[in-house]
């Protein structure tokens, strides 16, 4: 099946920095999603794109899909502490089939 | 609105003991979806539901797991007996139809089995 790598594993990183991770399969997707998770919630959709080079902002989010449709990443510019969560990414296969990464767990130092 | 509604919060049972999760959809979403989420891993697809029937339960472990959906609305998942890898937190999520395109997760189910 499908799978997806998601890198870093975890980060730490001091408030006001920039962060960068992304994701990457062997496999084409349609569609690639950026999550959030906070802890004791379900995932909370950040960010969705929908062809290939797409780059489309959320704020301080940006997104974009790769060119190949292989992978994807994700930067938070200017971190808070808030951002401290999980981010998933996700990658649609057709409309009833999206797998998960495996997640990166960002820490915030105030 | 009202979010996608779970429970219980949190479950701790045996192993070979049996469990049922409840969830109820955001009211109008047609598609259901039932994922296990294993502490480190990302969701996983265990089934999904369009109105009260099922579209996809290709990743369900149908010798322990059954879900159902009654009347296109409430969902129920059971598992029965529960073995030690099933601890996990059960996600139900809802969508107003098959598309990734305003999925909403509930809080999620956490399961121990002891």
Redesign the interface.
Known sequence: GQQ?N?SPQSMFIQEGEDVSMNCTSSSIFN?W?WYKQDP??????LI?LYKAGELTSNGRLTAQFGITRKDSFLNISASIPSDVGIY?C?G?YN?????????TRLTVKP | EAG?AQSPRYKIIEKRQSVAFWCNPISGHATLYWYQQIL??????LI?FQNNGV??DSQLPKDRFSAERLKGVDSTLKIQPAKLEDSAVY?C?SSHR????G??????TRLTVV
């Open positions: 997806l998601q569609t999603l004791g919630e379900g995932p909370v959709l969705a998933f996700a649609l409309n009833n089939d999206m797998r998960f990464g495996a997640g | 996608v480190g891993q990302g969701p996983k697809l999904q579209v996809d996600l999520a098959a598309s990734y395109y999925y909403t997760f509930g809080s999620g």
